[in-house]
């Protein structure tokens, strides 16, 4: 791990086609709430004209309830066409012209985005809208009546349903071979914040060169008297096929290993009684699903993630894994949601919460087998940008490039809506790991900028340092996050330190090994980068060792930049 893709914007040709097949079926517009639901929506709508021709770009943001699908209308002032149109269904009739959601974007949470456009041709004068109405509500920028919310029933925890906050009313347990490490190498302020523990091999359930398994974490768990111990799921046959740095033991073909080698042994210790009253979170497989997002087709397509596609053995792991350890009830369980770097481009976020809604309906326990969701792990994303906003103009530029997100907190909150509207629990909760993602030191800025240009802008804006937000190994100019919160805001149960400040991404240069893990060039300071992250250069430290291996440099400029700073 950890590879970052983006993908802003669905190819086109991929769009046309989607939208000229739903042309074809009478679509329903379905929207969700009653008949008293809160209405309101913002659009902008700008235009590149040339002789007869123009692009349009629309935004839609949904100020009202949640909705499952829009359909968006206007009336053109002059005598503009529609042609081809992308990220909806268009019809024109006179001057009238509908827009109807397709499957991917149609959910939209409150105050959540998306963006649609097309082609157009006219002869005059190019006059913009000036009225849009969307679910048949006038958009006029303001959200409408609120309605009385429906109480979200409270959990009254301790029942073995897994329900409630598992971080919540007791303390995290503290891996003490990482806290030797780290109080061993300066960090004795931090040592004693509870990490996760990585069982990113079958000998790591029993421990790997004399070193604690399993069953010796438990105990000691027990020994501390902590509330919650966090543990890794991270063995998936054909492991993080979107680059080299965490490729693991297991072919591609081996899931039979996986489940009765890797999960029934982790699941049977999990389920010892002894354990029953320790909160085990789990965290399932980095990486896997989203490389299944992204990393399938189109100009970001990987030949080893589109093996894994085709197999069909990371669906298959991810679901065998949940059965057996949802089936405990004292083991949590949250899966990868990448990061908004990710997945937050609009059509990235719905395919994926569409990708995850489908494999957890396959479960035993279907999507009540999944306690939650964590995002940014092992990555550098902030959790809040606090002087970079999000609009018109600073989704332009090259850094935002037109995602709608730009930190953790809002990504997550807006795909836990995404998630719940495709069938997940009102009750699920979101992670942050803000292990790595502080980015304080000298290098951080203090406030707005008002550069005219906008790329020179948001430059200066943004907390977040790295060449490209596609940077994902040994980054520079990172610190510590957030220390381990529990509960930290609504829909969130935790900030945790999921990566183990200290531990490489990756090794720098080739470095033989018997893990399996390969040369990843996002890791060696000197590549100037690929299309999964706009060939830029690859922002990582240099001298680094093996993915998982301790990083001395690394560790001392985490402390450094620690935000907030470690006292
Ligand atoms: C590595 C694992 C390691 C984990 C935590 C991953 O990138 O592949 O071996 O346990 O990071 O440091």
């Keep these: 791990m950890k590879v970052n893709v983006h993908r802003p914007r669905a190819s086109r040709s991929v769009v046309t ?227 080299l740095a965490s490729n693991g033991e297991l072919g591609a073909t081996d899931i039979g290993r996986y489940q009765s080698e890797y999960i029934d042994p982790i699941a049977s210790i999990m389920a010892d009684s002894k354990y029953a009253n320790l909160k085990i979170v789990t965290y399932i497989e980095p990486d896997s699903l989203p490389n299944l997002v992204t990393n399938v087709s189109g100009n970001t397509a990987i030949a080893a993630c589109q093996t894994m596609q085709q197999n069909g053995n990371y669906i298959k792991g991810v679901q065998y894994a949940l059965n057996k350890l949802h089936a405990i009830s004292n083991v949590y369980t949250y899966l990868d949601a990448a990061h908004h770097g990710w997945l937050g481009w609009d059509s990235n976020l719905g395919p994926a919460a569409q990708l995850f809604a489908t494999m957890a309906q396959g479960t035993t326990a279907g999507v009540n087998s999944v306690d939650g969701f964590v995002v940014n792990t092992a990555n550098y994303s902030p959790t809040t940008e606090p002087y970079l906003p999000v609009n018109d103009q600073t989704r332009q530029s090259k850094w935002v490039d037109w995602n709608y997100y730009v930190d953790e907190s809002s990504f997550g909150a807006a795909f836990r809506q995404k998630l719940i509207f495709d069938g997940f629990p009102s009750g699920i909760g979101m992670v942050i790991d803000t292990s790595r993602n502080g980015w304080g030191g000298s290098s951080r800025p203090t406030g707005p900028s008002t550069a005219s240009d906008i790329n020179t802008q948001v430059n200066a804006e943004r907390v977040d340092r790295r060449p490209h937000v596609g940077d994902w190994c040994n980054q520079s100019g990172a610190g510590l996050g957030a220390r381990p919160t529990a509960a930290p805001a609504s829909g969130f149960d935790a900030y945790a330190w999921v990566k183990p400040p200290g531990e490489s991404d990756g090794a720098s240069s080739a470095i033989p090994n018997d893990e399996g893990k390969g040369f990843d060039r996002m890791c060696d300071p000197t590549y100037g980068g690929n299309v999964l992250n706009g060939n830029n250069p690859s922002g990582a430290l240099a001298n680094a060792p093996l993915s998982g291996h301790w990083f001395s440099a690394q560790f001392h400029q985490l402390l450094q930049n620690a935000y907030p700073a470690v006292s």
């Design 17 to 243: 086609a989607l939208s000229a097949l739903l042309l074809g079926l009478v679509a329903t517009l379905i929207t969700i709430g009653s008949a008293h639901a809160a209405a309101g929506c913002k659009i902008t709508y700008s235009t590149n004209d040339w002789g007869g021709g123009f692009t349009a770009n629309l935004g839609i943001t949904n100020l009202g309830d949640p909705v499952t699908s829009w359909t968006l209308e206007w009336d053109f002032a002059g005598n503009q066409q529609v042609g081809q149109g992308w990220s909806g269904t268009f019809t024109q009739s006179s001057k009238h012209v509908t827009v109807k959601s397709l499957s991917y974007n149609g959910g939209l949470a409150t105050n959540a985005s998306t963006s649609l456009g097309f082609n157009g041709s006219y002869s005059g004068t190019n006059t913009a809208p000036t009225t849009f109405k969307l679910n048949g509500t006038t958009c006029d920028g303001t959200a409408g009546p609120t309605p009385t919310p429906t109480p979200t029933p409270t959990d009254p925890g301790g029942d073995g349903s897994h329900a409630g906050n598992p971080f919540a009313g007791g303390k995290g347990y503290v891996n003490p071979e990482w806290s030797a490490e780290a109080r061993g190498d300066g960090g004795t302020a931090v040592a004693n914040q509870p990490t996760a523990v990585w069982l990113d091999r079958i000998a790591a359930i029993n421990g790997v060169n004399g070193g604690m398994g399993l069953r010796a974490h438990l105990d000691a768990a027990l020994s501390q008297g902590a509330g919650y111990a966090q543990f890794v799921i991270y063995d998936l046959p054909g492991r993080d096929c979107a680059a």
